[in-house]
């Protein structure tokens, strides 16, 4: 319409926030500190992602047969720079291929549980009644199991093959992703949208499948996504148990496991090296999920 | 389409007859609506007042079936909705849309406002995208949003806009009747004008049969021929909106007008000067200073 | 006398991830004792933000506030030093929506008790009590005894925010800041509201700031008022002067799309004010709110004068 009329002598007034307020404003900070987390994340996931990623084209000696000569080399041994292991085989590339082997179970266990998670949760939370009974009770026995006991027993019962394990890691975390969707599934069905959506005629899971999970699936997938170091972690731990995909393929758990009587004299790098890359990749996932997910909501936030 | 009888011009599109809806919570059950009547002629316009948990917009929703009637009859156009089976509803739903009170819930986020307004036509059929964009802009054009708003998404848009999207997108399904809950409740008293405005020349442009659900009387007086007036699921009073507006005959209804606030009508109000010596007396009396 | 509020070019700057808005862009006004000074204006006009940057109620983090106010002589801008002495006991709030208002696992009565031994320390826990049951009658809540042991989910808006005004008028300030205080409940027990804090404001002479939307209830309700839009005052004056000859386009503009009512017959104008509530049917959600309140029925509009 018109504009406002301001007094003429008092035109703009100069603003009076300072720029250090600026700097520590809620705003400014919490987008910093997303950033930051986003960064160091990423930083710390690249550093052991991508070489492994490249573990097939580097010119890396045979991660399984070992040079009988070169036993037990210390990192930054000439031509091993992590050193080597009693059979001489190479420790980076060990560790490398073997990250090929959990990451490839991480990836698979997390699409896996995200799937199962989103479909069950989504049902669940729009139609309710004995559908979400039955989900939610099978969720909460789910999680009332204790994790790692109940892997080694599949494992023990069907053998630790790759799928056999995937399928068991992506069976142990479904719950996560299920009863968050279900949750924001049971928000957005009240909103008008999905009412004007009703009385158009659509039939539910096409209202669940247009309607709402678009809506939700930035902020799950940002809590799958943050599954991958839990996935890694645990199946790391099932081949420190002995449970996971068996000797001479490397995997990291295997490596520590292997390594572990030898630390005692000294020979430390077996131990530590594939720890470290496993922790890197841990905390770098957590730390870009943990950013990805500030960001997701303050997005969602300021759409609103 | 079974239990359809030849409609006469003169008859009612909506007819309405002791409707019932219950509700069951923890082993009680309570009655939302409790043996409403009414009928709406076609290109009539029939306002539900009342306040909360008068029922008024468990109605709406059961005309849309979005809740179903315990008993009682809902003739539309000599169908009767109350007991029709999902399956044969279907083809008959697009005949009544119903606009939302909620601006900032009733369009889905993540689409335009071109997808939003375009879908009811994807639903029945219209498989030619080219001709549902172009209806689309026809349709944001009669609200009077420009074309550019197609491509842009709910967010971006204020309150008042995305009413009318929303009154876009129920004009889509090329209804007969729309259910408008509360459609203006949410607005701006200034934005609350345009889309009456809006809302009144549609439905003489358009051939359109309002149920207009509000507890604003002044939105009523403005937009309706008729008033239903309800409290706790009952019917209170009926008729022209000029004889409940102007001339209440029950005392509920007499309430609720008594406590409409005109600004433009209201003389005199109580004795400020005694408020402010009264005032003056107290401090004087006890010096009050705000002791930390 | 000095003034309850005196506020002169009060500037709030919101750090947003945004940028920074300006939503209170230089506004001045003073309230005077037992004045009530309505701010008048739509979603966004910053009415809200006034009276919440007067109260420091906005996060150090997020709100940047310049300029100069002071409330029952104490400079709420430059320091946060007073705010102790100011909230809850020279200054109370009568927020939007009372069930949000309160905690809900605590009674109403603990609540409201809590809220006067806070501005009378010197009371102890029987006498807050008894003065909460006096001051929940003053409100013309029914069966006090009864309701102090309610949960807040247990009782109606209007009943919620009679509690809250017990609360606030507990504390026997010089201000009242009412922030739409009656915009979540319905039309008829809006009545009951406002007549209640007009008849509180006759007996103790309490100034009030009023934020409203509803020009109506402004009419009503106020001394002065300030129509605001975006950030500015764009027109003051004595309520009746601005209701009955708008100067600015804007609040002609405001006034224009108020949808008129007209003049009606009240029929039955000795009719008295109902001697008992009626029966409430059982139900979740119902809120007719009769609560036994035995001051309904002084309000009068177009039929009558008030």
């Not at chain 1, 940002?222 to 199946?235: G, I, R, T």
């Not at chain 2, 007819?15 to 290109?43: P, T, W």
């Not at chain 3, 809590?114 to 069966?143: T, Y």
Request: glycine letters at 8%; hydrophobic letters at 45%; aromatic letters at 4%.
């Amino acid at each position: 319409m018109t504009t406002t009329d301001l007094p003429t002598a008092d035109l703009v007034r100069p603003s009076a926030v300072t720029a250090r307020q600026l700097r520590t404003s809620g705003a400014a900070r919490r987008a910093r500190h997303s950033t930051i987390k986003m960064w160091a994340g990423a930083v710390c996931a690249a550093i052991v992602v991508l070489p492994v990623l490249l573990a097939g084209v580097l010119p890396l000696p045979d991660p399984v047969k070992g040079v009988l000569k070169d036993t037990s080399l210390p990192p930054l041994s000439p031509g091993h720079l992590l050193g080597t292991d009693p059979n001489g085989r190479d420790l980076l590339s060990r560790i490398l291929h073997g990250g090929q082997t959990s990451l490839l179970i991480g990836v698979l266990a997390i699409v896996l549980s995200g799937l199962i998670g989103v479909v069950a949760g989504s049902v669940a939370g729009y139609y309710g009644g004995w559908v979400d009974v039955l989900v939610s009770r099978a969720l909460e026995a789910q999680m009332s199991l204790p994790l790692l006991l109940m892997l080694l027993l599949v494992v023990a019962l069907f053998g630790p093959s790759i799928a056999v394990i995937t399928l068991v890691i992506a069976v142990a975390q479904w719950p996560e992703p299920a009863r968050l969707t279900r949750a924001l599934v049971l928000v957005e069905r009240e909103k008008p949208y999905v009412a004007a959506a009703q009385v158009l005629g659509l039939r539910r899971p096409l209202i669940i499948l247009r309607h709402i999970i678009p809506n939700i699936l930035p902020q799950v997938l940002v809590v799958v996504f943050l599954l991958l170091a839990q996935a890694v972690l645990l199946e790391s731990s099932l081949s420190f148990l002995g449970a996971g995909v068996q000797r001479p393929y490397p995997t990291w758990g295997g490596i520590i496991s292997d390594g572990r009587e030898l630390f005692v004299i000294g020979t430390w790098w077996l131990v530590t090296l594939p720890g470290v890359a496993i922790a890197l990749l841990v905390v770098g996932v957590n730390l870009l999920g943990d950013g990805l997910r500030d960001r997701v909501r303050r997005t969602k936030a300021g759409a609103a | 389409m079974s239990n359809e009888t030849p409609t006469r011009q003169d008859a009612p599109l909506l007819d309405v007859s002791g409707l019932v809806i219950e509700y069951r919570r923890d082993g009680e059950s309570f009655r939302a609506v409790d043996d409403v009547s009414f009928s709406v002629a076609r290109g009539g316009c029939l306002a539900v007042v009342g306040e909360s948990g008068s029922g008024k917009s468990t109605i709406a929703r059961a005309l849309v079936r979005l809740v179903k009637p315990t008993s009682g009859s809902i003739m539309f156009d000599g169908t009767d909705l109350a007991t029709l089976p999902e399956r044969q509803l279907r083809p008959v739903r697009h005949r009544i849309q119903m606009v939302f009170q909620d601006p900032y819930g009733s369009l889905d986020p993540h689409l335009t406002a071109e997808q939003v307004v375009a879908e009811p036509m994807a639903v029945r059929g219209e498989r030619d995208a080219a001709r549902r964009r172009a209806r689309a802009a026809e349709l944001l054009d009669s609200v009077g949003l420009p074309t550019s708003a197609l491509q842009r998404k709910p967010h971006e848009f204020s309150g008042g806009q995305r009413q009318r999207i929303g009154i876009a997108r129920a004009l889509a399904s090329d209804p007969d009747l729309l259910v408008l809950d509360e459609a203006t409740s949410a607005l701006d008293v200034s934005v609350q004008a345009a889309v009456l405005a809006i809302l009144a020349r549609l439905r003489v442009e358009q051939g359109l049969t309002y149920l207009f659900i509000s507890h604003n009387l002044g939105v009523v007086k403005a937009i309706s021929d008729d008033v239903l007036v309800l409290r706790a699921g009952k019917v209170v009073e009926r008729g022209t909106t000029e004889q409940v507006l102007s001339a209440p005959a029950e005392p509920y209804t007499r309430r609720l007008r008594r406590s409409a606030l005109e600004p433009g009508l209201m003389t005199g109000r109580k004795p400020r000067e005694v408020v402010r010596a009264i005032a003056a007396a107290r401090i004087a009396e006890h010096d009050e200073s705000v002791t930390a | 006398m000095s003034s309850v509020v005196d506020v002169e070019g009060l500037v709030v700057e919101l750090m947003t991830p945004g940028g920074i808005i300006r939503a209170v862009d230089g506004v001045s006004f003073r309230i005077e004792p037992g004045e009530t000074v309505t701010i008048i204006g739509e979603s966004g006009s910053g009415k809200s933000t006034t009276a919440m940057a007067l109260l420091r109620l906005l996060p150090d983090d997020l709100a940047v506030i310049s300029g100069s106010a002071t409330v029952a002589g104490h400079d709420v801008v430059t320091t946060r030093k007073h705010l102790g002495a100011l909230r809850g006991r020279a200054v109370a709030l009568i927020p939007q929506d009372p069930m949000t208002a309160l905690n809900p696992i605590s009674t109403v009565g603990a609540q409201l008790t809590e809220a006067l031994r806070r501005a009378h320390p010197e009371l102890d826990k029987e006498a807050a009590r008894s003065r909460a049951v006096e001051l929940m009658r003053q409100v013309h809540i029914d069966a006090p005894e009864k309701r102090m042991r309610s949960y807040p989910h247990e009782l109606s808006g209007g009943m919620l925010q009679r509690m809250l005004i017990a609360a606030a008028i507990g504390a026997e300030p010089q201000l009242i800041v009412a922030d739409e205080p009656t915009s979540a409940l319905d039309v008829t027990v809006q009545a009951g509201i406002l007549d209640l804090l007009l008849e509180l404001q006759e007996r103790t002479g309490v100034a009030m700031l009023l934020i409203t939307h509803d020009l109506g209830v402004a009419r009503l309700m106020s001394d002065r008022v300030h129509v605001m839009r975006r950030g500015v005052f764009v027109e003051d004056g004595q309520v009746e002067q601005v209701v009955g000859h708008p100067q600015h386009e804007y609040t002609q503009a405001l006034l224009a799309a108020v949808p008129e009512l007209g003049p009606w017959r009240d029929a039955d104008p000795a009719e008295p004010a109902p001697t008992q509530p009626e029966p409430t049917p059982p139900g979740p959600d119902l809120d007719l709110d009769l609560e036994g309140s035995t001051s309904g029925g002084t309000l009068r509009t177009g039929g009558e004068l008030l």
